[in-house]
């Protein structure tokens, strides 16, 4: 702790930085009167983003959430239709293939990378199985080849969630490429934020044309008022989009103001006994530190959720890591799941929290966050 004034200051788990032309372009939006969906960001956006990640079509949406509703539909998944996932996820993606009717089929995550564990996939796939939905979680992508080589034997088709991922990349390939349908979000905790928001992105024709009538409340060009499909309103603003062109533009400093903040974090934290730091880098990765994450090891005398109560008495933002989907009361409640066990999510989940890690966080912070680690671990 260095001084008193930083004593009061609390440490928000995230802030984001809005300091390049954000401003300039909402201006353009207001000026202009472009405010909704239809307005010349929109495109903007979609085309200079589907270009970051190397793909033909980017249609923009209301949030990742229903990015991933309207990927699931869209690829015709359905009743009794079966869609494998890691259980260590947001509910988004359980959510989306639920409500389509569809069966979630979950795996473990591995302990070092928190992403699901590929070896228990093949085990998984039955004739009814449609889809993988890939998740990359909080830094490192999932190792995409042995699932593309098993997309390709059994005829499955991919989803990929790259909601945490923007500018990381797999191989030198980028995230956000590998998915049938791949999709990211623009919430302010993501590398780049348009309030609310996400994209969907393929390079596939039809597919890219089922989703944007999904989007627009499956209203035909030829006959708008008669449908032959119900879709949603799933539009992003002008707005929206105005700051997600002024993001875009600053996410290589981004990524790598992230990526010396994990660094910094890892050569602080290096030295305390009880912590699981992320893992810096994999034979196909380096970390892009979405979050910066940990776990408590079985030493610790306390779970992360006393962890975080002594971190918020100190000052300090932390979030829980995700619970586990088959552990969720709600998908009990449909019979989901039942007796099902996945040891290592199960762990995580209770021994797992991440400290604050937005783009705006000072060096300053990022020593005081330390301090305040070191300490709340010392007493039991
Ligand atoms: C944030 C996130 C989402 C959901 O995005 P929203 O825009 O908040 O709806 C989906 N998947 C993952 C992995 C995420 O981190």
């Not at 062109?245 to 602080?268: C, H, N, P, S, W």
């Not at 006994?273 to 979050?291: C, H, K, R, S």
């Amino acid at each position: 702790m260095t001084n008193d004034k930083h004593m009061l200051d609390y440490i928000p788990v995230n802030e984001p930085l809005l300091y390049g032309n954000e401003k300039k372009y909402l201006n353009q939006c207001i000026d202009t009167g472009w405010i909704s969906s239809e307005g010349p960001f929109i495109k903007q956006f979609e085309e200079q983003f589907a270009a970051r990640v190397g793909r033909k079509y980017g249609i923009a949406v209301s949030n990742g959430s229903v990015a991933l509703d309207a990927a699931v539909l869209a690829l015709g998944i359905g009743a009794g239709d079966e869609v494998i996932l890691p259980t260590f996820t947001i509910i988004s993606c359980a959510a989306a293939i639920v409500r389509a009717g569809a069966i979630p089929v979950v795996v473990d995550c591995d302990s070092h990378t928190w992403n699901m564990d590929v070896s228990q996939i093949e085990a998984k796939i039955t004739p009814k199985t449609k889809a993988i939905m890939v998740v990359h979680i909080y830094g490192l992508p999932v190792d995409m080849e042995p699932i593309l080589a098993l997309a390709a034997k059994y005829k499955l088709q991919i989803i990929e969630d790259a909601a945490e991922m923007h500018g990381q990349t797999y191989k030198n390939r980028p995230c956000g490429s590998f998915g049938n349908i791949s999709t990211v979000s623009f919430y302010p905790n993501k590398h780049i934020t348009t309030g609310e928001g996400g994209m969907i992105l393929t390079d596939d024709d039809r597919l890219a044309e089922r989703c944007c009538s999904l989007r627009n409340l499956c209203f035909q060009p030829q006959q708008r008022f008669i449908h032959e499909e119900l879709g949603w309103n799933l539009r992003m603003s002008n707005i929206q989009a105005a700051l997600g062109v002024a993001q875009l533009e600053r996410l290589d400093e981004f990524i790598a103001r992230k990526r010396r903040m994990g660094q910094r974090y890892t050569e602080l934290l290096s030295d305390i006994p009880g912590l699981q730091l992320p893992i810096p880098q994999t034979d196909y990765a380096d970390n892009i530190y979405w979050v910066y994450a940990l776990v408590l090891k079985d030493e610790v005398p306390f779970d992360a959720k006393e962890a975080m109560r002594r971190l918020h008495h100190h000052q300090v933002g932390s979030r829980p890591f995700f619970w586990s989907m088959h552990e969720q009361p709600v998908f009990h409640k449909m019979g989901l799941f039942a007796k099902e066990s996945h040891p290592v999510s199960e762990n995580i989940a209770r021994r797992g929290f991440y400290i604050p890690s937005g783009i705006a966080l000072t060096d300053e912070q990022m020593e005081r966050v330390v301090e305040v680690v070191k300490e709340i671990l010392r007493s039991p």
